[in-house]
């Protein structure tokens, strides 16, 4: 069974950061691609950033230059750190990866970000 957890949400103010955590286990971490993507009420999920196996990064064009993916093959995380936050970042932020062809999240974790 796999399972990725997210951490780190939580209250900020507009300006300030966050860090964001997804602990994987159940499948074999360094061969796939993590991504985090997030969601408001009454809308889908939308992709934030992905990371690769090889560590190439994409981010959607709302979050270039202010946030950052990395991983930790040794830890087997995935982390989003989030800088210059904006009301608009306000959503739950989901960790996903796709295992044997199926599409896998975390539960999702708060961020909001206050004006």
């Known amino acids: 069974q796999v399972y990725l957890r997210e951490s780190g949400g939580g209250l900020v103010q507009s300006g300030g950061s966050l860090r964001l955590s997804c602990g994987v286990s159940g499948m074999n971490f360094r061969l796939h691609p993590m991504n985090w993507y997030r969601q408001t009420p009454g809308n889908q999920r939308e992709f934030v950033a992905g990371?690769?196996?090889?560590?190439?990064?994409n981010y959607a064009e709302a979050v270039k230059d202010r946030f950052t993916i990395s991983r930790d093959n040794v830890w087997t995380t995935v982390t989003l750190q989030m800088n210059s936050l904006r009301p608009d970042d306000t959503a739950v932020y989901y960790c996903n990866s796709r295992y044997r062809g199926n599409q896998v999240w975390g539960q999702g974790t708060q961020v909001t970000v206050s004006s």
């Open positions: 990371i690769f196996a090889n560590g190439s990064t």
